[in-house]
C-alpha cells in the first residue's frame, strides 16, 4: 500500500490513464514508449470496483475529478482549493496504489495462464482470474472500513500492466464537521502521520494480505536452532551482514539516482509549467485581436490552432512528467523505507557481533577471492604452449609461481595490504621467507582506484613480496 497527499486534484491526463481513455494514437505512442509497459492487448482486463464492492468494465462518462465534484456536491462539502485567492492549498484527496510482487500478483490475476510480458505481444487470448476480483473487492471493503465508503471516488484495477494493481482516490473526510480535513485522517504532524501509515500497513496484512499470500516482510535473521554453537551462529550472521551492506550498498545507490531524477523531473514541469504560462498568455493576446481592423485573421486563427495543439502537448507532456515523479516518489519512499529497516537489522546484528573487523574481513576476504581466481586464470594464459625453460621464466616473471605455489599466503599478505596493515603485511611476508619485494613507503590506495584496481595492486604487491624471498631461496640452492 502506497499513500499519496493530493493538494491540485486529479488533473484530466491523470483521469484519462487511470481510466485508459486514450485515443488510437495515444495507445500507439504508449506502446511503442520503451519506458511505458502498457499492453493495449489487455486493456479489455482492466475494471473497477464501485459501490457494493461491485464489479464492472471501466466507466468513462465522468472524469475522476468530476466524480468527486459530485460527491461534494450531494453532500454539500466545499472544496477548500476551490476559493479565491488560496494562500496555501490543503491536501484534498488521498492517492492509494495497492499490489504486491509480480510473481504473486500475476499468479492471482491470471493463475497459471500467464500472458507475454514481451513488448507487442498479442496477449488478447489471455483472462482475468475470480481471485482477483476478490482480492480487489478485499482491498476495497479494507477502505471503505478505515475512510468511508462514501468517500471513495473511484477504485480502478490495472491488468494491462507487467504488475496487477489498483489505484483508488479517497476524500479525507472530517465526518463530524462535515468537511475535507486530511489531518483528521492522517495526523496533525509527521510523526502522527507516520503511525497512521505503520498502523494502516500493520491491518491490511492482518485482514487482506494474509489471506492472499501477500506478506509485509520479516527480518532476514530468525532465531537459529539451539545446537548451534556459538561461533557458528555468529559466522553465520557475519555472513548475513555483508549480504545487508551489499544490499544497503545497492539501495544507497538506487536512492541516489532517483533523488537525481526527482529534481530532473521537477524542473522539466516547472520548464514545462512555465512555458504552458506563456502560451496561455499569447492566446489571450491574440484571442483579443480577433476583429480587429488591420489584423490578419486568417494568421491569428492558424496561430491560435497552433498554440493550442501545443497547449495539448504539453498538458501530455506534463502528465506523463508527473506519473514518471510519483513513480520515482514511490521508488524513493520504498527504498528508503527498506533502508531504515535494513539499517536496524544490521545494528542488531553488529551488536551481536561485536567485532567489527570480522565483517569487514569477511567482505574484503570474498572480494579478493574473487579477483584472484581471475588473475590466476589470466596469468595462466602463458602456460598454454608447451613448458620449456623460457616458459619458466615467463611464469616467473608473470607472478605465476607466487601465486599458485604460495596461494593462501599471498591472500593473507593482500588482505593485510587491502585493510590498510602494511606493517603486518611486511611481517607475515618475512615469517613466510618472502622479502620487501620494493619499498612500501606512502603505500595506500590512490584516489582514482576502484575495488579491483586497489585489490589487483595489493594482490600483485603481496606476490611481489613473496617472489623476492623465493628467488634468494633458489639462488642459495
Known amino acids: 500500500m502506497d499513500i499519496h497527499p493530493n493538494r491540485s486534484g486529479i488533473s484530466r491526463q491523470e483521469s484519462n ?3 485508459r481513455k486514450w485515443t488510437d494514437k495515444l495507445w500507439e505512442t504508449k506502446t511503442h514508449d520503451s519506458l511505458a509497459n502498457y499492453d493495449r492487448t489487455r486493456a479489455h482486463l482492466n475494471f473497477e470496483v464501485t459501490k457494493g464492492g461491485k464489479i464492472q468494465p471501466i466507466d468513462t462518462s465522468e472524469t475522476i475529478s468530476e466524480k468527486m465534484d459530485r460527491i461534494l456536491k450531494s453532500r454539500n462539502i466545499k472544496n477548500p482549493n476551490a476559493r479565491e485567492n488560496v494562500r496555501r492549498e490543503q491536501r484534498i484527496l488521498a492517492q492509494m496504489i495497492f499490489g504486491g510482487s509480480r510473481e504473486r500478483m500475476m499468479e492471482i490475476a491470471f493463475g497459471d495462464n500467464r500472458p507475454n510480458l514481451e513488448k507487442g505481444a498479442d496477449n488478447s487470448h489471455i483472462t482475468r482470474t475470480e481471485d482477483i476480483e476478490k482480492w480487489a473487492v478485499d482491498i476495497y471493503n479494507f477502505v471503505a472500513r478505515k475512510f468511508g465508503e462514501e468517500n471513495i471516488v473511484s477504485f480502478y484495477v490495472h491488468l494491462d500492466e507487467t504488475n496487477p494493481h489498483c489505484h483508488c482516490t479517497v476524500l479525507p473526510i472530517d465526518n463530524e464537521r462535515n468537511r475535507i480535513s486530511w489531518v483528521s485522517r492522517f495526523g496533525k504532524n509527521p510523526a502522527e502521520e507516520k503511525a497512521t501509515l505503520i498502523r494502516l500497513h500493520n491491518e491490511l496484512n492482518e485482514e487482506v494480505n494474509k489471506h492472499w499470500g501477500l506478506e509485509r516482510g520479516s527480518n532476514i535473521a530468525e532465531t537459529r536452532a539451539k545446537h548451534r554453537s556459538t ?47 506563456n502560451v496561455k498568455a499569447e492566446i489571450e493576446l491574440i484571442a483579443q485581436q480577433f476583429g480587429q481592423d488591420g489584423k490578419n485573421q486568417e494568421a491569428l486563427a492558424q496561430r491560435m490552432a497552433a498554440l493550442r495543439r501545443e497547449m495539448e502537448n504539453i498538458d501530455q507532456k506534463i502528465a506523463e512528467r508527473q506519473r514518471m515523479l510519483a513513480d520515482t516518489n514511490t521508488t524513493l519512499v520504498n527504498a528508503r523505507s527498506r533502508l531504515d529497516a535494513l539499517k536496524q537489522e544490521h545494528t542488531r546484528m553488529q551488536e551481536y557481533i561485536g567485532d567489527d573487523a570480522k565483517r569487514v574481513a569477511a567482505q574484503v576476504q570474498k572480494d579478493v577471492l574473487t579477483t584472484y581466481n581471475r588473475m590466476v ?38 588482505l593485510l595490504l587491502v585493510m590498510g596493515y602494511v606493517k603486518e603485511a611486511t611481517t607475515y611476508v618475512e615469517s613466510h621467507g618472502g622479502g620487501a619485494g620494493s619499498s612500501l613507503s606512502g603505500w595506500g590506495r590512490n584516489k582514482d582506484d576502484d575495488d579491483e584496481r586497489w585489490w589487483i595492486r595489493c594482490i600483485a604487491q603481496s606476490a611481489s613480496m613473496l617472489r623476492s624471498g623465493s628467488r634468494r631461496a633458489r639462488r642459495r640452492r
Open 17 to 19: 490513464e487511470q481510466q
Open 231 to 277: 561461533e557458528e551462529y555468529k559466522r553465520e550472521l557475519v555472513n548475513e551482514v555483508v549480504t545487508l551492506e551489499t544490499t544497503r550498498e545497492g539501495l544507497q545507490r538506487q536512492i541516489r539516482k532517483a533523488e537525481i531524477k526527482l529534481k530532473s523531473l521537477t524542473t522539466m514541469i516547472a520548464n514545462l509549467q512555465a512555458r504552458k504560462e
Open 377 to 414: 586464470s589470466a596469468a595462466f594464459q602463458p602456460l598454454l604452449p608447451t613448458l620449456t625453460q623460457d616458459q619458466h621464466e615467463v611464469l616467473e616473471r608473470s607472478g605465476f609461481n607466487a601465486l599458485t605455489e604460495e596461494s593462501q599466503h599471498v591472500i593473507n599478505c593482500a
